[in-house]
């Protein structure tokens, strides 16, 4: 869905929805919209602060309910940092991301989908693969700068 104008995009949440058994509301289109607007992967608070400037007694429990449709949807990909908090990403095509293990930054990273990694898994494990996740892990470019700063909160 990343290059449908938006009334495509939304005509296209209200199918998916539709086919879940979900209808498209107010909550599940602007928190769509924001994330399909946004350039990096934001997480449920962020999502909430933006979302209550338009709806101001929207709760964060709606949020969180919003989001699990919209990924059940397929419609948004839940994406798991390590740090204890999801982050969420609109971008639901097969993509590689970069994660900092000091601040829990995130990246999308474009490399072409490796299929030979899914014969690969299969012929080593007998498994039918369908597909694979993959995250590379470091320290971005702000966190790399920090440590050659301050390379004692490195011990820390």
Not at 42 to 71: C, F, K, M
Not at 76 to 98: K, S, T
Request: charge should be neutral.
């Amino acid at each position: 869905m990343g290059g449908m104008t938006d009334s495509r995009a939304v005509q296209e949440l209200k199918r998916r929805l539709a086919n879940k058994g979900y209808r498209l509301t107010q909550p599940r289109e602007l928190v769509f919209k924001l994330l399909r607007a946004k350039p990096y992967h934001a997480d449920a608070n962020w999502i909430y602060d933006h979302v209550r400037q338009e709806l101001p007694h929207i709760s964060l429990g709606t949020i969180y309910r919003t989001l699990s449709v919209l990924v059940e949807a397929g419609l948004v990909r839940e994406l798991h940092c390590g740090n204890g908090h999801a982050r969420y990403d609109a971008d639901v095509q097969p993509h590689y991301h970069a994660i900092c293990r000091r601040c829990g930054a995130l990246a999308d990273v474009s490399l072409p989908r490796r299929q030979d990694l899914d014969q690969a898994a299969a012929e080593a494990t007998g498994f039918a693969i369908d597909g694979h996740h993959l995250d590379f892990y470091g320290l971005c470019p702000a966190c790399q700068v920090e440590r050659e700063v301050s390379p004692e909160a490195e011990r820390s």
